[in-house]
Nanobody, 127 residues
Framework: EVQLVESGGGLVQAGGSLRLSCATS????????IGWFRQAPGKEREGVSC????????YYVDSVKGRFTISSDNAKNTVYLQMNSLKPEDTAVYYC????????????????????WGKGTLVTVSS
């Protein structure tokens, strides 16, 4: 059974930091791209970042470039999202998702139709 479990969300003041984790199981980690997405109340889901398994390339939406860093620990089948200089507009439920990247690169466009999804973790940034 494929599982993606997010953790690390919480309440933080503007300017603060959080590190989200996405623990995965049930698929061959090295064959999948892992993305982070977020959905704020009343807004559509937005791609935030993605890491490609094939070459470790990373991708970010413009609004988080320079503040967020995605990384992976292949030994632990876990992907992290380090979020620094958080802003109130970063408040959202953050989800991680997985898509095979054997034949194409779902990270390039922060593809939102990935096959497998976690249940999300809430990040709240107070002003």
């Amino acid at each position: 059974e494929v599982q993606l479990v997010e953790s690390g969300g919480g309440l933080v003041q503007a300017g603060g930091s959080l590190r989200l984790s996405c623990a995965t199981s049930g698929f061959t980690f090295d064959d999948y791209a892992i993305g982070w997405f977020r959905q704020a109340p009343g807004k559509e889901r937005e791609g935030v970042s993605c890491i490609s398994s094939s070459d470790g390339s990373t991708y970010y939406v413009d609004s988080v470039k320079g503040r967020f860093t995605i990384s992976s620990d292949n030994a632990k089948n876990t992907v992290y999202l380090q979020m620094n200089s958080l802003k109130p507009e970063d408040t959202a439920v953050y989800y991680c998702a997985a898509e095979s990247d054997s034949d194409w690169n779902p990270c390039a466009g922060l593809y939102s139709g990935m096959d497998y999804w976690g249940k999300g973790t809430l990040v709240t940034v107070s002003s």
